[in-house]
Nanobody, 125 residues
Framework: QVQLVESGGGLVQAGGSLRLSCVASGDTTNFPGTGWFRQAPGKEREFVAGISWGGAYEKYGDSVKGRFTVSRDNARDTVYLQMNSLEGEDTAVYHC??????????????????WGQGTRVTVSS
């Protein structure tokens, strides 16, 4: 049984930073990638970033390129999302996700089998 737990969300002023964490339990070693998604009220779930299992490859959504960085520490079963220069449009619930069909470049949420419960990020302007 794979479980993902996100943490690190909160309230931050525009221009500020947050680092989200996603801790996995269960066997994820055969899963090729992990993704971060976000969902704002009334909007569809949006791909934010993806990282390969070994950490060598990354992909970012256009709206966060140059501001967000995804990384991982497999010794701690943790994937991180460093978010800098936060904007009001970044306000959303952020989820990490993974699965056997999830590559680091997979932007379709339907390809991800396992999801965390999400952590809320609110950016005040």
């Amino acid at each position: 049984q794979v479980q993902l737990v996100e943490s690190g969300g909160g309230l931050v002023q525009a221009g500020g930073s947050l680092r989200l964490s996603c801790v996995a339990s269960g066997d994820t070693t055969n899963f090729p990638g992990t993704g971060w998604f976000r969902q704002a009220p009334g909007k569809e779930r949006e791909f934010v970033a993806g990282i390969s299992w070994g950490g060598a490859y990354e992909k970012y959504g256009d709206s966060v390129k140059g501001r967000f960085t995804v990384s991982r520490d497999n010794a701690r079963d943790t994937v991180y999302l460093q978010m800098n220069s936060l904007e009001g449009e970044d306000t959303a619930v952020y989820h990490c996700a993974t699965g056997p069909a999830a590559m680091y470049y997979t932007t379709d949420p339907r390809a991800y089998a396992y999801w965390g419960q999400g952590t809320r990020v609110t950016v005040s302007s």
